[in-house]
């Protein structure tokens, strides 16, 4: 499995920005690997965030970021990012990465729509940095 180690996060005002980063030990630009930003707060389960499958396709992102989250893979430094600009108040959570291979097996018929679930059940999650977003 990939260790992965996130930085960033913060207390921003409504409307301002943040940079969220994972540190992966291989490159993240490996072929057939899910990475992913998923979020959670006290109130809510956890909800994917924006994922990306190395194997093609571009990136997936939940409808509520849509527009204001970008992530993006860095092959040079091994870090994956969350951008995150105009923050709302109901942004405000603890954000993850992860990372997952695709097997073998799975990789003919393989997009980047099932990264979330491959996340989820068998991802390789970070310590979570917690983003705050105030009125």
């Known amino acids: 499995q990939v260790p992965v180690v996130e930085s960033g996060g913060g207390s921003v005002q409504a409307g301002g920005s943040l940079r969220l980063s994972c540190a992966a030990s291989?490159?993240?630009?490996?072929?057939?690997?899910?990475w992913g930003w998923f979020r959670q707060t006290p109130e809510k389960e956890r909800e994917g965030v924006a994922a990306?499958?190395?194997?093609?396709?571009?990136?997936n992102y939940a409808d509520s970021v849509k527009g204001r989250f970008t992530t993006s893979l860095d092959n040079n430094n091994r870090t994956f990012y969350l951008q995150m600009n105009n923050l709302k108040p109901e942004d405000t959570a603890i954000y993850y990465c992860a990372a997952a291979p695709v097997s073998s097996s799975r990789i003919s018929s393989f997009t980047g729509l099932g990264c979330s679930i491959l996340l989820h059940d068998g991802g390789v999650w970070g310590q979570g940095a917690q983003v705050s977003v105030s009125s």
């Open positions: 291989i490159s993240p630009n490996s072929k057939h690997y899910c």
């Open positions: 990306i499958y190395t194997g093609g396709g571009g990136p």
